[in-house]
């Protein structure tokens, strides 16, 4: 089950110029049957869903950071454009995707239309041409054009989850139509859900310091489509949910392009935007996507159809990462800004397009770190800063409330995680009068505080992959020294709560109560927060002595990484004794201790019963980062295999929402396992875990600000340029 190929590179080979990478376009030859049969296509923040339906264009418009006052990240609205003519339901009918500029091309009889997000500014274009003119109505459909209360399975869409109000509901928009421009507007209230947990988590007393990124947030959108006209309204229902539409009539188009601009502001005035030409725009936005592909990516020669997919699938997940390139908030794990009608989900759910099960400003931190690693090696930093960036955000509120609740510093960040760095509310539970406030009453989340350094680690990683940013993401030193701090100000401060000392007897943390992810409750020691711990605190330093060893245990007679020492229950399907091989990179390929992660990989009875390449899970990375080529090849195509839904990388809702882009994350990362690893000192292993006998080429990033360009081809590895970006 090794790979044959482990290749380590001491020199820097330059042996040909880099080609030009151009990946293949996606082509539709038939319409599609509803919402979820639709094409993605973004830039900047703002994510669509394209697809045309019986005769109809119609798209969804999303923009990160639409946070409502009950935090549901709202849609913009669904727009629809109908041509008298039906040009496209004749044969000649083509919908494309095309990654290398980033836009949706239709075409049918003689009409043609191109749609594009604008990369460096929140505005949406769709491009309307045709040989002759065509009398077309041209909606903007809204289910926000009237208060819709919040059933308690609806809730599921924001931060009160089951512990609705009374009065809990989505409010209406304000729109307004007028000639051939049309605004809409929603305006949080003041009171929001950040204020119901502050009091529900006992925080009154610091509330006016908090950090509250949703009270009074103002989301705007106007759309321009120059010859049509304001016609009226109608109404209609689509999928599960009713809607109005504002209509624009054209009776002679011919060419036409209608501009959206979408924001979310703080205040009432809008974000000044540069003025800007239809041409710049298509040029410019092309030019970037162009340049994203440049920077890595990974090709096949088709003569495997598993691999082919495997990899194909792969880049689609890194478009629909680049769609939210430059949003403030990160590419959510349950969905992004590709979700369509929840019916389409799961036939129950007839909510409105506003839903996606566990959240829109919540984040489960275990699910959500799985989208943002595979940035690194792809070189894709800066579409990694609007992550980090919310944990700097979120920052001042995990210290206040680590002072408040405990009398120590140190920030500590939860597992379910609201948009403003406080626990969500439901998943808190209820506490007695008394009781430690701070800490989460749910037997899932109970202790669990460790999944902020994997994002520590990220902002390491990232001086060490891209050199010329380290000024820049120095301003993440902060959060990186404060949640290590708390980690070790608080066991030593819980362990005087439950004894006499506060460390033991080496002079080591007494990490108890503690947690080994969602899974082994009530642990001592867990070996996933220890080698977290060793990961990211800074060799030599006081914290670093205090760091004790990670826990092992014999199973047969072989020695395996153990969970924890001991611990109590066992409550979720997570696999914590595999952590120190990903992401802490303790054990494995070219490091100490590849013969006990192996053993905990093939032995651990927990680990075997648990093992799946469902939604989140993770085992398609341990076997790679094992050189267990057979294993890797078997799990990453199964994650990487096609969804349910019409674009491949829509995958189902696994353990959360569709389209899951947790397991499309998970996917990346096995992948880019399997070809290229690292050793501690640095020296690069070439295709660790790849099938001998599949031909590949990749160009992907290292550390020491290093492009590596290598193929295999007939079982023979070839460097083409290893490069420094230093």
Known sequence: MRSLFLVLIYSIFSEAIALAYTPKPVVWTSQSRNSSESMPCGGHDIGLNVWVEQGDLLFYAQQSGWFDENNTLLKAGRWRLHFDGQPFNGTDFRQELCLDDGAVYIKGKAVKIKLWVDVLQPLVFVAISSQHTEQAVLSYESWRYRDRPLTKAACQQCSYKWLIPADCMTFADSIRAEGSQLTFTHKNREQTVFDYTVHYEHLDAIKDSLYNPIGGLMMQGEMTAPGFRFTGTGSGTYASTDYRSWNFTNNRLKKSTIQIRLSATSSSCHTPYSTLSVPSSEKRSASWW????????????????EAARMVRNYELMRYLLGCN??????????????????????????????????????MTAQNQRLVYWPMLKSGDYDLLRSQLDTYLRMLPNAVARTRHYWGHDGACFTEQIENFGLPNPAEYGKHAEGSDYGLERNAWLEYEWDTVLEFCMMAQLMKQYAPQTIEEVTKYDTLISQSLRFFDEHYQWQARKLGSKALNDSGKLIIY??????????????????????????????????????????????????????????????????????????FGLGRPGLSIALNTY???????????????????????CLGLTDEARRLNTEKLSDGPYR??????????????????????????????????????????????????????HASNGRTVEASIQEGVINVYEMKSNK
């Open 513 to 586: 109560p503690g947690s080994g992810c969602e899974t082994y409750k009530m642990a001592y020691n867990p070996s996933s927060t220890i080698a977290a711990l060793k990961a990211v605190a800074s060799d030599g330093t006081e914290l670093s002595e205090r760091i004790p060893n990670i826990p092992l245990r014999t199973v047969d007679g072989d020695t395996c990484i153990a969970p924890a020492v001991a611990w109590a229950r066992i409550q979720n399907v997570e696999t914590p004794q595999l952590y120190p091989v990903w992401p802490w990179r303790i």
């Open 290 to 305: 162009h340049n994203y592909w440049q920077r890595s990516w990974i090709e096949t020669d088709g003569t495997n159809e």
């Open 602 to 624: 093939m032995k651990d009875t927990h680990a075997l019963e648990m093992r799946s390449s469902k939604g989140w899970k993770q085992d398609n990375i341990w076997a790679a």
């Open 325 to 362: 390139a430059y949003g403030q908030w990160p590419t959510k794990f349950n969905g992004g800004l590709f979700t369509f009608d929840p019916v389409y989900v799961d036939s129950a759910m007839t909510f409105t397009p506003d839903y996606r099960k566990w959240g829109g400003g919540t």
């Open 647 to 700: 674009f491949p990388a829509f995958w189902d809702q696994g353990f959360d929402w569709a389209p899951d882009h947790n397991r499309g994350g998970a996917g990346m990362i096995g992948l880019q396992e399997m070809l290229l690893q690292e050793t501690p000192d640095g020296q690069l292993m070439l295709f660790p875990a790849w099938p001998h006998e599949w031909n590949c080429r990749f160009r992907l």
